[in-house]
């Protein structure tokens, strides 16, 4: 996989604490913001295909099995006697 340097700017105390996370976790600053990265690009694409998905599957439409007929009128299915 091929790298690029970045330069980020942090916050003085969130470095900090992010190097003693690190630090028990027993990896590197630049491990741990890939990680985060990571799961946030994968969550927001995975949100984008799933949205996709559904968006085609609106326009489709769900065969129910009732040819577009429905059985009950509303007044029977909410018939209370």
């Known amino acids: 996989m091929e790298r690029q340097n970045g330069t980020l700017s942090l916050p003085k105390s969130l ?3 992010a190097k003693i996370v690190v630090a ?3 990896k590197s600053l630049s ?3 890939r990680e985060i990265l990571r799961g ?3 969550q927001q694409t995975g949100y984008e ?3 996709q998905r559904h968006l ?3 326009k489709r439409g769900l065969n129910l ?3 577009g007929r429905l059985g009950d009128t509303r007044e029977e299915l909410h ?3």
């Open 31 to 33: 491990e741990l913001i």
């Open 24 to 26: 028990q976790e027993e």
């Open 15 to 17: 470095l900090k604490k």
């Open 40 to 42: 946030k690009v994968e």
């Open 49 to 51: 295909k799933a949205k």
């Open 56 to 58: 085609s599957l609106l």
């Open 65 to 67: 099995g009732t040819q």
């Open 79 to 81: 018939d209370r006697t």
